[in-house]
């Protein structure tokens, strides 16, 4: 099989890191032009109006734009950057991301299982990350982290808000599935694969790709948790080479989540979304983490044995 032309050969890693950056920056601003423009002729609104209609939404019609203007927004920054930056970087661009390999479904399943032995180790970090407190020369900075804490939490809980079972799909699809597969296209499947070549450390560029991972959303007094899934992910694709692991990993968090909130707000269950799987027992908490360690220990084991049985069967 002829292997495509690359059209940018021999470039550094440091170089692609930057070239990542202006394409994902350029693509967000023109599919974020691309919603605003769509969005102001659907509602005959000015720009000044639309944007404060898009800040704080309030009817159903509103959250029918945003999940449009949501989904306009994560091609342009999740999908559409790390497939072009394939495509002009690499010769075979689902190899280059990691999406040409199949895995195991016992390794799938594990992967999925982590997501919830982890919780009450997750959970434990989680209200430490909320005792956060800044010196008295950082109060501006707190203030701002707080703020967008509150914007993000108020913007999530507006989504999912839904009483049938057509909205918990439509959840399901919007903030479940689509970043779990954006999101790992671009952090995963590429950023990750550019910071292990850049740092020539694999550990190293796990953990930074990670901390941006987490950093990115803005929500700052859930770093901690979100730092540890994107560690759990970055292991998961070094661990497998495979894209469709944490893609299937993430789309169980979030769908989790989704589900949850879904049931406890329409009176199906008394748990809420950020309560589940909690302990106040430090020996639960630990058993928790060392659970977990143990699947991953027990995934790797199954690639390991896999690759063993390719050499041997030439396959």
Known sequence: MKKRQVFFPDTRPGFKVFWLLFIVVLSMLVFSIIGLLAGMLFYDKGLSSFLNMISQPESSADRFFLYFFQFINQLGVLFLPPLLFAFLFSSNSKQYLKLNRAPLAAVILLAGISIYTILPFVNWLTEIN???VFPQALTGIGNWMKAKEIQA????NFFLRVKSPAGL???LFVIALIPALGEELLFRGLLQRLLNEWTRSIPVGVILTAFIFSAIHLQFYGFLPRFLLGLMLGIMLEITQSLWV??????VNNATLVILFYLHYNG??????????????????FLSLLVTSGLFYWMKGMEVKKLKLQERTGR
């Open 246 to 251: 944490p893609m299937v990993a993430h789309f």
């Open 169 to 171: 799909i439509v959840n």
């Open 130 to 132: 909320k005792q956060m």
């Open 153 to 156: 939490d108020q913007m999530t």
């Open 268 to 285: 199906f269950i008394a748990v809420k979304m950020e309560n589940f799987g909690s302990s106040h027992s430090y020996l639960v908490i």
